[in-house]
């Protein structure tokens, strides 16, 4: 694996910043590991910044990823927010649409900002 998780503790979420290669091995593994963080820090929010270099996975992977990280993961979180400003609009939007469809409270943003914004909303509606 080549890629490394900084988590920050905010007050209503945990924003976690990953970096390194862009692989679908790496993907899969990050997910897994900011689950168990969330899980381990009692946190059901989580914003995701993603800063991940090399190719970046096609549509095929995308989809598979999030129907397969989809059964492990649901109900896990209240509010997931994924920010990569270097990321594919579409393919974005076609992973948030997967995902929301299989369940996932998930929204996908271009900048960590925006994110946070939807966050502490989605805070502010479950209080």
Not at 8 to 19: A, C, F, S
Not at 95 to 101: I, L, M, W
Not at 102 to 125: C, H, K, M, Y
């Amino acid at each position: 694996m080549t890629y490394k998780l900084t988590i920050d503790q905010k007050p209503t979420y945990l924003h976690i910043m990953v970096t390194g290669q862009s692989t679908r091995e790496n993907v899969m593994q990050y997910m897994q590991d900011v689950i168990r963080e969330c899980i381990n820090l009692n946190y059901s929010a989580v914003l995701i910044e993603e800063r991940l270099e090399g190719a970046r996975l096609g549509m095929f992977e995308v989809f598979s990823m999030v129907s397969e990280g989809a059964k492990q993961y649901l109900g896990r979180l209240r509010a997931i927010a994924y920010a990569d400003a270097d990321g594919d609009r579409g393919l974005m939007q076609f992973a948030e649409n997967v995902a929301v469809n299989r369940g996932i409270p998930i929204r996908i943003f271009s900048n960590v900002p925006d994110a946070e914004t939807w966050l502490l909303q989605q805070a502010r509606g479950s209080s």
